[in-house]
Every structure is written in C-alpha cells, then in structure tokens.
C-alpha cells in the first residue's frame, strides 16, 4: 500500500463498521469494503487519482464514495463520518477489536443489551446474559472473555509489522506540516513487538501538527493534547505518543525517545562524566548550559566520542563501550541480501504460482532464489507427495534452462522433521535437491529433552542444509518450543546446518537474543522471508531487522554471498 493512503482506507472501513454496527443498510458496508480494499491496492497516493479524473474509473468507488474520498483528502475531515460517529456510543468501535467480535456483535450486543463497552460485555458474560441471545452459547461467551483477557492483558503488545504500517500512514498523515518527522522508541529500534508507538516532529507550528495528528481518522480517545506533547488511542487499541521539537534539539529528541532507557541512562552517565549534560533537548555544557549539540543524534555521538550506534543496537547490550572503542560491527543491510530460499507457492499453501515468485525475487535485485514447498507429512499445508515433489524439481530445471531468467532458481524443500527425527523424504530424494530446510510443523509440546534429541537427529541427516524457523515460536500465538539451545547451536556449528532467521511477520525466529547466542558458538544464518505469496518477498527486512539486533554482520550471512560461493556453502 502506498503509506500516504491509509487514513483514507481507515476512514473507509470505519464507515463500513458503523453501518454494519447500526445495521441500517446491507450493501452499503460491503461497497465501503470494496472502495477500501481497491485504495489499498493503489501504487500512487489516491490524490494523483483525484488530480487526473480517474479516482471515479477505479473499481468499487462510485460517485457517492469518490465524493467522500475527495473531501477527506482535501480537507482531512469527513463530515459524514463525524456524524455517523455521533450516532453510536464512542466505545463500541474499541469492542471491535476483541478477536471474537465483530460489527454485527457489536450491533446486536449493544441493541440487545445496551452494551457499550469492554467493562459492560466483560460482565454480561460472566452472568451469563449474552448466552441468552439467539446463535449465541456458553462457549461464545468463553471465547469472548478469552479475548477480552487477552486483549487487557499487559502483555498486550503489537508485532513490529503493524507499527510499521501505522507509523507510515501517520507518518504520510503529519508531513506537510513537518519538517522532519520519524518514528522512535522500540518501532525504530526494530524490537519484534512495540508497546506503543512515539513519533518525533520537527517544526515551527507546533499547533498545526497537533490538530492535524488528534484529526488522524484511526484515532478513538485522544488522552492528551499539548503544546509539545500529545497521546492517542487509537481504534486498534495502539497508543501514539508524539512529540513536536524545534529543529535545533530534533536529533537530541530522537535520541531520548528511541531509547532503550538502559542506553540512555548510560549515555547520560557518559555525558556527565565527560562535563556536560544530556536531555531531550540537547547536549549542554554542565556548568553554564551552553548548547553543545542536539541538531543530529550523529552531532552527539560525536561530541561524546562514540561511533554512531544504529539504533537496533541500543539495548544496554555492551554497543556504549564498543562504539567507544571504535569496534562495533558494520551490521547485515537488507541490500546485502542476495537471495531468499524459504519461498512457498501454489503447488502447496502460497498463493501465488512459481513464476510470481521468481519474478518478484528477481525484481528484487536477487542473484538466486529458492523454491521451498511443504513435505508429504504436511496435510493442512498441502505438502507435495515424492511424485509431485519430482515434478516440481523438473520444473524448475525447465524454467531455469527456458532463458526467461537472469536470477538462478533452486529447487528445495521445507521438510518436516518427524516426531522422531528422521526427515520426511528420503535421502534419494533428497539428495536430488538444491537444499534442504528442516522444519518442526507437529508435536511441539514434547519434554525439551525428547525435542532436543528430535533435532539432533534430523541435523544428523547429510541432506539438511538449514534449520527452519528454530523455535516454532508465533508471536501472540504460540510459545517456542522447549529444547537445549546450546546444544543445537553446537551441533548446527559442528554439521554446518545454517540456522534460519524467518522474517514471516509473526515469526521472527530466531530472536535477537539467539542468534546473539548462535553467533557466540560460531553458527552460520541465512535470512529468509517464509513468503506465500509474491508480495512478502519484501518482510525481508524483518529478518534483517533481527539479524542487526543480534549484532549480525554480512559474513556471519549465507545469503549475502554470491551465488558461487553460496552455492558452495549449500552444497
Ligand atoms: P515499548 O513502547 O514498550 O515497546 O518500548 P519503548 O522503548 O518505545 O518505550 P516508551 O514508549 O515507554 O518510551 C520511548 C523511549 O523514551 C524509551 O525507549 C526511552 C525514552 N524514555 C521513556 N521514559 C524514560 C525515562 O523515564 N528515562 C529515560 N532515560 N528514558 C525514557
Ligand atoms: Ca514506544
Ligand atoms: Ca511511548
Ligand atoms: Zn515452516
């Protein structure tokens, strides 16, 4: 999606929810949907479509929602939805994002039963008043205090891929009024999930800004509204806090609010030992208060003698007296990628065909690529039977020979590692292949001593050439499973099986703290993205993202070399 044009999608489908909400009309929310979705797939922002005339040839916005669209863009508001919103009580929008409720729940529930609120539907569940409407049971009721729990609790955190769509569409939302702009805090140091989001500006009308950040359509309650500070909730339940500075203190601000705190408490003891004096809004002389830097956060580093310290590494993790030292790691770039190897299609749970996939990696400047689709054992996954699984390999021969290629496509597989170790082709099989991903996909609730030895035994295997997805883990869904990490990382070494670092958005594994861990016992990475569709190519840069956490350089990467020496490497 281009970022400038989330408000507008987000003013859409909340139009959509509040007429579905009310239940005044059926087609009404289905065509606001479809406007959404079609502005969602745009490649320019939608004011190029308005400027040239053809926002009303785009398909699903007819004249009444062009109308819309136009006002909205042109004026940040929409009197229609002002009034909609005015139409229902303002916490029935925030019961939409319990994962058992939807808008025509929320409609019910609140017809129903007057409920307006998360508190109030908390309590109509445990006296059992919601299980006396009709389609609904005791089990729904379950289901709905589950998600309520779930959604109140602390742990309540968001992944890093929904900061970074939020923060590029408020991002888009403020620019005209900023100078400078960026988000900070755990979004820019790429933690793999964020507790809220900051976003420092730079200007001179300070006002502007703020009026035009609590007019954000997404927003729900706006906390507080300040001179230089301003914090929202927005309908999603993300809080965004932002901060408005002067130009001359923007990167002394930046610096305070990416943080981590522990490398800011131990910035400022640095500062204070050297005679000066660090805050948000610069760094001073201690005696005096005269400015001596703050424009940049580069100006700081500077001034207090350390390199530049890329914000993934600020996590009180040792980068302080490194950057002191002059030895920090030049750090994994997403243009030192030169292949993904973990790519799904629609021979198995993708969606797109082996083609799309070739291309968008080749459009991505990769040298090499690889086809990874399920093994047999995989049902849900549609794994590929050994004949199809040759089918597929006299596939891409024939695409690779076929001239249509400059990018050379491998042909492998993510295969199961079995309950007991063994992988799920034999080695036949498997030895015809390019590589080789071994995957857990069943079982993960096993003793860690039974999983430990699991792994083993399929690193045990000659044909394996990555450990996929290491941990199993699914964030906000399923815990790693348990096994001796030490133990894998030695054997991965000693058998050369290249851990995976999966960018999947809801994966993320390994961590930054494993590979830091990997990396101590001398294991080799390669970032893939799990893609299952054409378009995921790009969560690379998740991938990337924890590599540069864990403190990952390009050589500690298989896939930055080129395809010769890679080849070597997997072979
Ligand atoms: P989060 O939101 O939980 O994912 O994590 P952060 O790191 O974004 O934390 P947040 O939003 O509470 O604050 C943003 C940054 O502001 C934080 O990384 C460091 C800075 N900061 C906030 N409170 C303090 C504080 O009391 N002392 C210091 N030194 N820095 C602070
Ligand atoms: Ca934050
Ligand atoms: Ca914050
Ligand atoms: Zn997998």
């Given at each position: 999606?281009?970022?400038?044009?989330?408000?507008?999608?987000?003013?859409?489908?909340?139009?959509?929810?509040?007429?579905?909400?009310?239940?005044?009309?059926?087609?009404?929310?289905?065509?606001?949907?479809?406007?959404?979705?079609?502005?969602?797939?745009?490649?320019?922002?939608?004011?190029?479509?308005?400027?040239?005339?053809?926002?009303?040839?785009?398909?699903?916005?007819?004249?009444?929602?062009?109308?819309?669209?136009?006002?909205?863009?042109?004026?940040?508001?929409?009197?229609?939805?002002?009034?909609?919103?005015?139409?229902?009580?303002?916490?029935?929008?925030?019961?939409?994002?319990?994962?058992?409720?939807?808008?025509?729940?929320?409609?019910?529930?609140?017809?129903?039963?007057?409920?307006?609120?998360?508190?109030?539907?908390?309590?109509?569940?445990?006296?059992?008043?919601?299980?006396?409407?009709?389609?609904?049971?005791?089990?729904?009721?379950?289901?709905?205090?589950?998600?309520?729990?779930?959604?109140?609790?602390?742990?309540?955190?968001?992944?890093?891929?929904?900061?970074?769509?939020?923060?590029?569409?408020?991002?888009?939302?403020?620019?005209?009024?900023?100078?400078?702009?960026?988000?900070?805090?755990?979004?820019?140091?790429?933690?793999?999930?964020?507790?809220?989001?900051?976003?420092?500006?730079?200007?001179?009308?300070?006002?502007?800004?703020?009026?035009?950040?609590?007019?954000?359509?997404?927003?729900?309650?706006?906390?507080?509204?300040?001179?230089?500070?301003?914090?929202?909730?927005?309908?999603?339940?993300?809080?965004?806090?932002?901060?408005?500075?002067?130009?001359?203190?923007?990167?002394?601000?930046?610096?305070?609010?990416?943080?981590?705190?522990?490398?800011?408490?131990?910035?400022?003891?640095?500062?204070?030992?050297?005679?000066?004096?660090?805050?948000?809004?610069?760094?001073?002389?201690?005696?005096?208060?005269?400015?001596?830097?703050?424009?940049?956060?580069k100006e700081v580093y500077d001034a207090l003698g350390l390199q530049f310290i890329e914000p993934e590494l600020r996590e009180a993790r040792g980068e302080i007296e490194a950057a002191r030292e002059g030895r920090l790691p030049r750090l994994v770039a997403e243009s030192d990628i030169k292949g993904d190897l973990h790519c799904h299609t629609n021979w198995t749970d993708g969606s797109s065909p082996i083609e799309a996939m070739i291309e968008?990696?080749?459009?991505?400047?990769?040298?090499?690529?690889?086809?990874?689709?399920?093994?047999?054992?995989?049902?849900?996954?549609?794994?590929?039977?050994?004949?199809?699984?040759?089918?597929?390999?006299?596939?891409?021969?024939?695409?690779?020979?076929?001239?249509?290629?400059?990018?050379?496509?491998?042909?492998?597989?993510?295969?199961?590692?079995?309950?007991?170790?063994?992988?799920?082709?034999?080695?036949?099989?498997?030895?015809?292949?390019?590589?080789?991903?071994?995957?857990?996909?069943?079982?993960?609730?096993?003793?860690?001593?039974?999983?430990?030895?699991?792994?083993?035994?399929?690193?045990?295997?000659?044909?394996?050439?990555?450990?996929?997805?290491?941990?199993?883990?699914?964030?906000?869904?399923?815990?790693?499973?348990?096994?001796?990490?030490?133990?894998?990382?030695?054997?991965?070494?000693?058998?050369?099986?290249?851990?995976?670092?999966?960018?999947?958005?809801?994966?993320?594994?390994?961590?930054?703290?494993?590979?830091?861990?990997?990396?101590?016992?001398?294991?080799?990475?390669?970032?893939?993205?799990?893609?299952?569709?054409?378009?995921?190519?790009?969560?690379?840069?998740?991938?990337?993202?924890?590599?540069?956490?864990?403190?990952?350089?390009?050589?500690?990467?298989?896939?930055?070399?080129?395809?010769?020496?890679?080849?070597?490497?997997?072979?």
């Amino acid at each position: 999606m281009d970022p400038a044009n989330g408000p507008v999608v987000s003013m859409l489908n909340e139009i959509a929810d509040i007429l579905e909400i009310t239940g005044s009309d059926r087609f009404r929310p289905i065509a606001y949907r479809r406007a959404a979705r079609t502005i969602e797939a745009l490649p320019k922002p939608i004011q190029d479509y308005i400027k040239d005339g053809s926002i009303s040839e785009l398909p699903g916005v007819g004249e009444a929602i062009s109308q819309k669209v136009k006002e909205y863009a042109l004026t940040g508001k929409l009197d229609y939805l002002e009034k909609l919103r005015k139409g229902i009580p303002p916490g029935l929008l925030e019961l939409l994002n319990l994962q058992e409720v939807g808008p025509k729940t929320v409609g019910r529930l609140y017809m129903e039963l007057k409920i307006t609120s998360i508190d109030e539907l908390q309590r109509a569940c445990e006296e059992h008043s919601v299980s006396k409407l009709k389609g609904f049971g005791e089990k729904t009721e379950e289901r709905i205090l589950q998600s309520i729990k779930f959604y109140r609790g602390s742990s309540r955190r968001f992944i890093l891929s929904t900061g970074d769509s939020v923060a590029s569409s408020i991002i888009a939302h403020l620019s005209a009024n900023a100078k400078l702009i960026e988000a900070a805090g755990s979004l820019r140091r790429r933690k793999e999930t964020i507790g809220d989001l900051d976003v420092i500006v730079a200007s001179d009308d300070s006002p502007a800004v703020m009026d035009r950040f609590v007019s954000y359509p997404d927003v729900s309650i706006v906390y507080s509204r300040g001179e230089t500070k301003s914090s929202v909730l927005l309908n999603s339940g993300l809080q965004v806090d932002l901060r408005v500075v002067d130009e001359k203190s923007y990167g002394a601000a930046l610096l305070y609010f990416t943080g981590s705190k522990d490398h800011n408490v131990e910035l400022r003891n640095l500062a204070i030992d050297r005679g000066y004096k660090l805050n948000e809004y610069s760094l001073s002389q201690r005696n005096g208060d005269q400015f001596v830097a703050g424009r940049t956060e580069k100006e700081v580093y500077d001034a207090l003698g350390l390199q530049f310290i890329e914000p993934e590494l600020r996590e009180a993790r040792g980068e302080i007296e490194a950057a002191r030292e002059g030895r920090l790691p030049r750090l994994v770039a997403e243009s030192d990628i030169k292949g993904d190897l973990h790519c799904h299609t629609n021979w198995t749970d993708g969606s797109s065909p082996i083609e799309a996939m070739i291309e968008a990696a080749e459009n991505r400047g990769y040298q090499y690529m690889g086809i990874s689709d399920h093994s047999k054992s995989s049902k849900i996954a549609k794994g590929l039977s050994e004949e199809m699984m040759e089918r597929q390999l006299k596939r891409v021969e024939k695409l690779n020979s076929s001239g249509k290629y400059q990018i050379r496509v491998l042909c492998g597989s993510e295969v199961d590692i079995m309950p007991d170790g063994r992988l799920d082709y034999d080695d036949a099989l498997l030895s015809r292949m390019d590589f080789v991903i071994g995957s857990v996909h069943s079982r993960f609730n096993m003793e860690k001593a039974e999983m430990t030895e699991r792994l083993l035994t399929a690193m045990s295997n000659d044909y394996i050439t990555v450990l996929g997805h290491p941990t199993g883990r699914q964030l906000g869904s399923r815990e790693a499973y348990a096994f001796d990490a030490e133990r894998i990382f030695e054997a991965a070494r000693d058998k050369k099986v290249i851990l995976e670092v999966n960018g999947s958005t809801e994966r993320l594994d390994l961590n930054d703290q494993l590979i830091m861990e990997a990396k101590r016992h001398k294991c080799v990475f390669m970032l893939n993205t799990d893609s299952h569709h054409f378009t995921s190519l790009a969560n690379i840069r998740y991938a990337v993202s924890m590599a540069r956490r864990g403190w990952l350089t390009a050589v500690d990467v298989a896939n930055t070399s080129d395809l010769k020496e890679f080849s070597s490497m997997i072979g």
